[in-house]
């Protein structure tokens, strides 16, 4: 059984850095095909792509949040962390972490509960 | 800056039929985008419907299919159900740079 779940900071301030980290179970991000994307969802908005980091250590980001952007995975404890700088009000959002099989070319068939973030001073 | 356009909302009768499309602004829609669709219910996390254009997930209802349509992806809902009211996106890959979701499709059963 798949399962991811999103945890960080609830509540950041305009300007910081924000740190969020998926945990998940039920698969390895060592296994060939695998891949973990983090996904956002402003509130009332639609569903936008951020960054996905493959098996082999192969990351896709945004190119428009590119320059503010960090996957990084740990294998070892089933984490995927995403950092996002210079946070901005029109950054609070819900952001999801969610699987993919890059094999079958399934984005995105397991997804996290979300965590929302509100960016304000 | 690469845009994918779905319609904002469309309404459909109970036992209806009712076709969702998903563009982009590169140009036609070919399986080479691996469309994959997904419905939100609110309060919810989205849940996969359709990868690689037309293949459905194992929990995916049988009234739900994927194909390409026009130039364009398509989710088709055939005997729509009052529990299909919703939110549908679809993800389009651009390959060897990144995916973009389209801006959602309301979907009303009424």
């Known amino acids: 059984q798949i399962t991811l779940k999103e945890s960080g900071p609830t509540l950041v301030k305009p300007t910081q850095t924000l740190t969020l980290t998926c945990t998940f179970s039920g698969f390895s991000l060592s296994t060939s095909g695998v891949g973990v994307g983090w996904i956002r969802q402003p509130p009332g908005k639609a569903l936008e792509w951020l960054a996905l980091?493959?098996?082999?250590?192969?990351?896709r980001y945004s190119p428009s949040l590119k320059s503010r952007l960090t996957i990084t995975k740990d294998t070892s404890k089933n984490q995927v962390v995403l950092t996002m700088t210079n946070m901005d009000p029109v950054d609070t959002a819900t952001y999801y972490c969610a699987h993919v099989n890059w094999d079958l070319r399934i984005f995105f068939n397991y997804w996290g509960q979300g965590t929302l973030v509100t960016v304000s001073s | 800056q690469t845009v994918v356009t779905q319609e904002p909302s469309l309404t459909v009768s109970p036992g209806g039929t009712v076709t969702l499309t998903c563009a982009s602004s590169?140009?036609?829609?070919?399986?080479?985008?691996?469309p994959n669709w997904f419905q939100q219910k609110p309060g919810q996390a989205p849940r996969a419907l359709i990868y690689s254009t037309s293949n459905k997930h194992s929990w995916t209802p049988a009234r739900f299919s994927g194909s390409l349509l026009g130039g364009k992806a398509a989710l088709t809902l055939s005997g729509v159900q009052p529990e299909d009211e919703a939110e549908y996106y679809c993800?389009?890959?651009?390959?060897?740079?990144?995916?973009?979701f389209g801006g959602g499709t309301k979907l009303t059963v009424l």
């Open positions: 590169t140009g036609a829609v070919t399986s080479g985008y691996y």
């Open positions: 993800l389009l890959y651009y390959t060897g740079t990144q995916g973009v």
């Open positions: 980091v493959y098996w082999d250590g192969d990351k």
